[in-house]
């Protein structure tokens, strides 16, 4: 669960950054770098979406287990959940 927020936080940061930077100079380069801004933005929305969808995934396995993780233990359990994810349906 932390390696997945720690990932989100370093995406999250690095493509707002990126954003900034396209949108402050879209007056300079006449509105030209809004595209870019657009993909960023689409990605950006992408992995805060997956990564949302797992760690709700990984609470409802845990919730569901009485709030346990089994005799497989964390790890186990998100390795699990995270090998099922279908990204492309989320």
Sequence with gaps: MGGISASELVANLGLSSLKGLLGLSAPATGGITLAAYASVAVTQAGVA??????????????????????????????????????????
């Design 49 to 90: 979406g997956v990564s949302t969808y797992a760690i709700g995934q990984v609470t409802k396995t845990y919730l569901t287990n009485d709030a346990s993780w089994g005799a497989d233990g964390p790890k186990a359990v998100v390795t699990c959940i995270l090998a099922s994810l279908d990204e492309n349906s989320i």
